[in-house]
């Protein structure tokens, strides 16, 4: 599953080369996955410039300067990468973004996985496509305080399952959600109202401690021993205390915990 940092990685490799450049064309290879009308196409989106390409959650928002701006879900393989006009689409291939100098944005999937939708502008910021979407877990808007009351109307649920859910807070999947509960000691089979006040303000502050660096600096962050993130397979140990980690289901995902460093409320 992709997952916030990955796609704030993604957003990095392609903001630069596209921003204020005009797409001379557009290629639509998987009209099933991808369906576009072709006037919007034509008349909004070819032969106009990239305005900015943002994240939210773990969509991908691509604004034009025709106010006009399109949202990809990225789904669980989805990749946006830029390549040579001239190397041959891929199965995977879903749509293509052309620019003058030889090279195009690439948006592939697997599968009915990804999508992309075309938003106009003053419907995107008032009720558009992202209205849905939780709070952004690395904006200012999830302080420690929304976390609280986020939490209270996710009180019955684990505290995986809060974590996970996407209109609560965009952007956790399930290894970064085991690696929140991991560096802040709580185990994530609990109930969310199991949890002491201190408790939920420390989860809170790994939720951004974690994010951030695995944004900020993704390949230390997978190459740090001490992360949970880089001893998932069977038979690890803890980082920190090599006691042998166990691996649980909980809302039905695969969780890796150290049932000695993460401890019942
Ligand atoms: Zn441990």
Redesign the pocket.
Known sequence: MIELPDVERMIESIAGYTTGKTISAIRIDDPDVVSLESRIVRDHLEHHAVDSVERHGRYVVLRFRSEYSLVFDMGDDGLLRLESQTAPPTERTRIRFQFAAGRELRFSSSGSQGTVQAVAGHEFDENGALESLGVDPLSEDLTAERFETLAATNSRSTIKGFLLNQKAIAGIGNDYADEIC?QAGVRPDLRVHQLRREQLQRLHRYLKRVLRRATLHWTAAHSDPGWLINSRSNGS???????E?TSLLVTGRKTVI?????RAA
């Open positions: 991991f140990s803890c980082p920190r205390c090599r006691h980690l150290c049932p000695r460093c993460q």
